[in-house]
């Protein structure tokens, strides 16, 4: 999803996250401004349900205490104050979110972000940067919605980050952090990618 700069533009993180609640798009939050989520189009729709299916199918297979979350749940990174909404998360075990309201996770273990034209340099560059400021991230994934490919950064023990990529339907995605294997034939399923 595309962020939009909001008309408003200083706000504090209780007002945000009041307006937010209220609100009927979604917003992302930064250093004081809000910027409006805009709607996905049929590739990227397709590719996270079809992410989503396969992994919540595994879970449930497993009995894993792994849950995830579809482009609704808001993630919060401590440090710098960021409210961000991840195409996809998955978090484990005992759950940190903001508040009682259950809306805002804390300690996700993977993230992972599909890539349009007009977002693939922010969710390679500062987005990257913000996410690597939780310490529970493991993995970040970034998936093509226009060629066969996804890419995978994980967090190493020192605190770097290691980068694998996936370039064929017969390869699988390796998500070690959470025990799962998702075929990129599966990911890509139903997507005609244009030539």
Known sequence: MNAQPHEKTQMTPEE?????RSSEIKHEYFDGELFAMVGAKKSHNLINANLTTNLVTQFRADGSTCRVFS????VRVLKNGKYTYPDIVIACGD?????????????????????????EAYYRGVKFQHYRLIPSL??????????CLVEKFVRNNDG????????????????????????????????????
């Open 16 to 20: 945000y996250l009041a307006f937010e």
């Open 71 to 74: 482009n609704d749940m808001r």
């Open 95 to 119: 759950m940190e979110f903001e508040d009682h309201e259950l809306d805002t996770l804390l300690n996700p273990i993977v993230i992972i972000e599909i890539l349009s034209a007009s977002t």
């Open 138 to 147: 493991q993995e970040y994934i970034l998936v093509s919605q226009h060629a």
């Open 160 to 195: 770097t980050w290691s980068y694998f990529s996936y370039e064929e339907m017969e390869e699988r995605l390796n998500i070690d952090a959470v025990t799962c294997e998702v075929p990129l034939s599966d990911i890509y399923y139903w997507i005609a990618f244009e030539k």
